[in-house]
């Protein structure tokens, strides 16, 4: 896919900086607690292994952004730890909307079907096998995921939403 920069966004989302922000903070508060509790050994490695978590994904949170964009040109643009990825309209294979009940709770999700580089464009009767599921929460784009859903309605997405047929 083009990674170029020359696509301007229509509509982006990410994970809110303050809750990054949050993160990074806690993580530092936290290395520091564990310097405290020094003379627990056990109580040091976890409390260290814990700060070092929330500093990482505070970091990561800061610097995938956005973490999906949607370009005046009806392209994706999807952020990852391995990088930037313009996916062109012929490339989306399906977009959906889920809920899952996930402890006691609903959780929406945003999933994305992208065909893989070396796919065909062309559309088979059967169910894919050479996409590449690319899945976003409410986390991910700090926004609920069903106003995602519309944005990219209102771009020319075709977004089937499960959430209606259960």
Not at 123 to 145: H, K, N, Q
């Amino acid at each position: 896919m083009d990674n170029s920069l020359n696509s301007s966004p229509r509509a982006s989302w990410a994970t809110p900086r303050p809750a990054a922000f949050t993160l990074v903070g806690g993580g530092v508060l936290l290395f520091v607690a564990a310097f405290f509790a020094a003379s627990d050994p056990a109580g040091l490695v976890l409390m260290g292994v814990a700060a070092l978590l929330l500093f990482g994904v505070g970091i990561v949170a800061l610097t995938m952004r956005p973490r999906l964009a949607v370009t005046q040109q009806g392209e994706l643009i999807v952020r990852s730890l391995t990088g930037r990825r313009v996916y062109p309209r012929d490339r989306i294979d399906r977009i959906r909307l889920l809920e899952l009940r996930r402890i006691g709770r609903r959780a929406g999700q945003l999933q994305i079907d992208v065909l893989r580089d070396d796919a065909p464009a062309t559309t088979p009767d059967a169910l894919r096998e050479d996409t590449r599921l690319i899945v976003f929460s409410r986390w991910d784009l700090g926004a609920d995921v069903g106003e995602v859903a519309d944005e990219l309605r209102r771009a020319g997405f075709d977004v089937e939403d499960a959430r209606r047929l259960s």
